[in-house]
Nanobody, 121 residues
Framework: QVELVESGGGLVQAGGSLRLSCAAS???????MAWFRQAPGKEREFVAS????????DYEDSLKGRFTISRDNAKRTMYLEMNRLKPEDTATYYC???????????????WGQGTQVTVSS
């Protein structure tokens, strides 16, 4: 079992950047890790995921080129670099850890509490 804590959210103007971090309470080497987001009134949606050994990544198609996921197993931390942010990126961003490299939130057993990202126009 692992506990996850997100940080780095905040208010940013459209076109700006943010870097989110997800710190784990224990080793993350064995986990596939992912970022999801949820806007008010909407379902939680997949943002990006990353495997450990190969560094294999997956992104929601519309976010490719703007968002970059990475991880540092030694620091037990995952990151999400978000560039050229848009108002529609406004949401609570969650990190998750699991044993399958998938895009469905129900497949991830471990979740952080979320960090709010607000992009103003």
């Amino acid at each position: 079992q692992v506990e996850l804590v997100e940080s780095g959210g905040g208010l940013v103007q459209a076109g700006g950047s943010l870097r989110l971090s997800c710190a784990a309470s224990g080793p993350i080497d064995v986990y596939a890790m992912a970022w999801f987001r949820q806007a008010p009134g909407k379902e939680r949606e997949f943002v990006a995921s990353i495997l450990s050994n190969e560094g294999l990544t997956d992104y929601e198609d519309s976010l490719k080129g703007r968002f970059t996921i990475s991880r540092d197993n030694a620091k037990r931390t995952m990151y999400l670099e978000m560039n050229r942010l848009k108002p529609e990126d406004t949401a609570t961003y969650y990190c998750a850890a699991g044993f399958r490299f998938v895009t469905t939130p129900n497949s991830y057993p471990y979740w952080g509490q979320g960090t709010q990202v607000t992009v103003s126009s």
